[in-house]
């Protein structure tokens, strides 16, 4: 089986979803509550989460596994770089870089933090609880990641080279597993795709 771009293309719901979202906040920011909480539920999409499971799934039918002996081997907590996760600084810079967009599947990805603002500005609507059943299908969807093209437990280290933008299917679909043990084709190898997605940054 050839190396893939991603595990699956985004759903054609979750694109609507993010023009939904868009449109929500725009309503927000002009003061019509009524109406982006409307748009906010609408983007509550019940089939973005079989797109999103059938990724994220630990069975799931579209993540492929294969031994390559050239990989290099996990490594043991006490061995692997203390700090995981990109700083404040970093994270600005990926999103400028890729477009706010997954670079495996091009799904729009917003913030955790500009997700909490909203779920508190919404918290009937936009929900976001400790399974990820109980969560609002778009924001679950477009949460962004930080994923580290050689992962974290294998060498991987926090170099801005190093850490691409993606969804959190294509996060949590990959695991700690490198591109090629997944089939996959290393993303940086094309520019970043851009679009007009704001990553409801403008929400206040």
């Known amino acids: 089986m050839p190396n893939r771009i991603c595990f699956r293309e985004p759903w054609n719901d979750a694109i609507r979803a993010s023009k939904l979202l868009s449109e929500a906040v725009s309503e927000h920011l002009a003061g019509n509550v009524s109406k982006a909480s409307e748009l906010f539920a609408k983007a509550n999409i019940e089939s973005i989460w079989g797109w999103w499971n059938s990724i994220a799934w630990p069975k799931s039918p579209y993540v492929k596994y294969r031994v390559v002996d050239t990989a290099p081997p996990s490594l043991s907590l006490e061995n692997r770089i203390p700090i995981r996760m990109p700083n404040s600084d970093m994270i600005r810079k990926v999103h400028e870089r890729d477009g706010h967009c997954c670079r495996f599947c091009w799904m729009p990805v917003i913030r955790k933090e500009i997700r909490e603002r909203i779920s508190k500005a919404y918290p009937d609507i936009v929900t ?4 990820n059943r109980s969560r609002h299908r778009a924001f679950l969807a477009m949460w962004a990641q930080y994923d580290h093209i050689l992962p974290h437990s294998r060498w991987g280290d926090n170099s801005f080279e190093n850490i691409v933008l993606t969804c959190s299917a294509c996060n949590f ?14 993303p940086r190898a094309k520019p970043p795709i851009k679009s007009d997605w704001n990553w409801l940054e403008n929400f206040k």
Do not use: A, I, P
């Open 128 to 131: 976001f609880g400790k399974t």
């Open 173 to 186: 679909g990959r695991m700690n597993y490198t591109l090629e043990e997944v089939w996959l084709s290393d």
